[in-house]
């Protein structure tokens, strides 16, 4: 027989010795696949409703596939979408109610628009102190070419009136308990506006169930959730919408928050525009490189601006060092960038990067947190093990 | 002799975590304990465990959580209400590392 003594310090021992295969186990987990139709290697945030996230090291082409395209769902998506009996509605502030079916839809011209595409809480789990929601890292974001009529087409010929100020989306999200519909509003000026579009079409296919067929809004610039999927009905409204996904959701403080302060929803605005931002893609965190010349690559985006530069730091933020930015560019799409480093010997490294717009906004070291963990935007930072002789 | 069989209880103590770190790490089911039954029953009806095991939070954010998903239609006996708050911070809490999360395959 094995002693007390002996058994549980065995036992302690195997606890001990259980430690080290977590990062194994991490990595097993993280292999494994959960099968979800159209998805490839995305992350599984949650698979009911579907919330997906792209990999990092995904993110090193200007158009991101759509099988890499993040996927955020607030609620289930619609059970039953048939392109034959589809109909989208505009309705409210206009002199000529409308009723259209997707043949209908398509009678009006069709308009491209590559757009980045980013969940307003992308990089939420990087706010300290934690907030609830989606834990996203750095992929709920991607860039695709979006395609179909002119919002303002529509609008046009159903006659906004002057009264109209404002557009509100309603989806065909099926609604969970009693759960508020995810219906939210843009003003009327961002609605008419020549690249916003109802979508039909992504990467010149036409969308995918889970982003949003057979017609979505396409609000370019903005946080992801004013593009609303599976369109139903459009209405033009005196007033801002006002339901749970516009206040007290989708909202920012009008002043910085100390971490932890609660928001005052009197004293913030919805969220519209995208913040100015840069991601590390290659190579990624913690990873170990056996050369000393290091293709350093991401990509930089800003929303309704335009990304003017981005730069890269090796020692910390004590020096930095002009990326070179990427020929490809649209209005409302990223640049990708890159930086070659030589690196002065082996060891440990912080790489770091930041983005500076047109408007003269640059990546902070430490993000404004609120309880959201809205548009975190810090400057990004991956660790590097260089083994190199 | 001997020498084997404090091996073989060292190899079983081993395995025994090990395998309990992966049913962790796993598993969608929510973490053991007196209220494993009546939380997985009330959120699960809406949405996956998962997006409650990927949460970091304090006790007082657990709380808001807890009281919003109540307004939102979870069904929560009144009596329950501070035992899911207190099992939700217990096994969640901000300082605990987080989950790995799978990848969706492209083949079932």
Same mark, same amino acid.
């Given at each position: 027989m094995i002693s007390r003594r002996h058994f549980l310090k065995y036992v302690s021992a195997a606890a001990v010795g259980s430690g080290l295969v977590q990062p194994l186990l991490t990595w097993a987990v993280s292999q494994e696949g959960?099968?979800?139709?159209?998805?490839? *290697?995305?992350?599984?945030?949650?698979? #009911? /409703?579907?919330?997906?996230?792209?990999?990092?090291?995904?993110?090193?082409?200007?158009?991101?596939?759509?099988?890499?395209?993040f996927v955020r769902n607030h609620m289930h998506e619609p059970?039953?979408? &048939?392109? &034959?009996?589809?109909?989208?509605?505009?309705? @409210?502030?206009? @002199? #000529?109610p409308l009723t259209l079916s997707l043949a209908e839809l398509h009678n009006f011209e069709s308009h491209s628009v590559t757009n980045t595409l980013e969940c307003a809480g992308n990089g939420r789990a990087f706010q300290q102190p934690h907030v609830p929601g989606i834990q996203w890292q750095k992929g709920a974001v991607g860039t695709a070419k979006f395609s179909g009529p002119r919002l303002r087409d529509v609008l046009q010929s159903a *006659?906004?009136? =002057?009264t109209g100020r404002h557009v509100i989306f309603r989806g065909l999200d099926e609604v969970p308990g009693r759960v508020p519909p995810f219906i939210r509003s843009v003003p009327v000026e961002k609605a008419m506006e020549e690249d916003t579009?109802?979508?039909?079409?992504?990467? %010149?296919? =036409?969308? !995918? #169930?889970?982003?949003?067929? =057979?017609?979505?809004?396409?609000?370019? %610039?903005?946080? @992801?959730?004013?593009?609303c999927k599976w369109l139903t009905e459009i209405s033009v409204a005196e007033k801002e919408f006002d339901g749970n996904f516009m206040r007290p959701g989708y909202r920012y403080p009008n002043h910085p928050?100390? =971490? @932890? &302060?609660p928001l005052n929803v009197d004293d913030s605005h919805v969220l519209?525009?995208?913040n100015v931002k840069s991601i590390i893609t290659s190579p990624g965190d913690e990873s170990n490189v056996q050369s000393r010349l290091i293709h350093i690559r991401g990509a930089a985006w800003a929303g309704e601006a335009e990304v003017v530069k981005v730069?890269?730091?090796? &020692?910390? %933020?004590? !020096?930095?060092?002009p990326a070179q930015l990427g020929r490809e560019r649209a209005r409302y799409a990223w640049r990708l960038w890159r930086y070659s480093w030589k690196v002065p010997k082996s060891g440990a490294y912080s790489v770091w990067s930041r983005a500076t717009d047109s408007k003269g906004r640059t990546q902070p070291e430490t993000p404004e947190w609120n309880p959201s963990g809205y548009l975190y935007n810090a400057i990004d930072q991956v660790k590097v093990n260089v083994q190199a002789s | 002799m001997f020498r084997h069989r404090n091996l073989s209880c060292l190899?079983?103590?081993?395995? /025994?975590?090990? /395998? *309990?770190i992966w049913l962790q790490a796993q598993s969608l089911e929510l973490p053991y304990g007196t209220m494993q039954t009546k939380v997985t029953t009330a959120c699960t009806e809406c949405h996956s465990s998962r997006i409650i095991v990927q949460q970091r939070l304090s006790k007082g954010a657990w709380t808001k959580e807890v009281d919003k998903m109540i307004k939102w239609g979870a069904v929560v006996e009144a009596a329950d209400r501070d035992s899911f708050i207190e099992y939700l911070s217990t096994n969640f809490p901000p300082d605990k590392a987080p989950d790995p999360m799978p990848r969706t395959s492209k083949k079932p």
């Open positions: 959960l099968y979800i139709p159209g998805e490839d *290697g995305m992350i599984v945030r949650s698979d #009911r /409703f579907i919330d997906l996230e792209t990999p990092a090291e995904f993110l090193n082409s200007w158009i991101t596939p759509v099988p890499h395209f059970s039953t979408l &048939d392109a &034959d009996t589809w109909q989208l509605s505009v309705r @409210g502030e206009v @002199g #000529r *006659g906004v009136k =002057p579009l109802i979508a039909t079409q992504m990467n %010149g296919l =036409p969308l !995918t #169930r889970h982003h949003g067929f =057979p017609a979505r809004a396409l609000v370019p %610039g903005w946080i @992801g959730a004013a593009s928050l100390k =971490p @932890g &302060d519209d525009s995208l730069e890269v730091s090796t &020692d910390c %933020g004590a !020096t930095w060092q | 190899f079983f103590c081993y395995c /025994f975590f090990c /395998f *309990g």
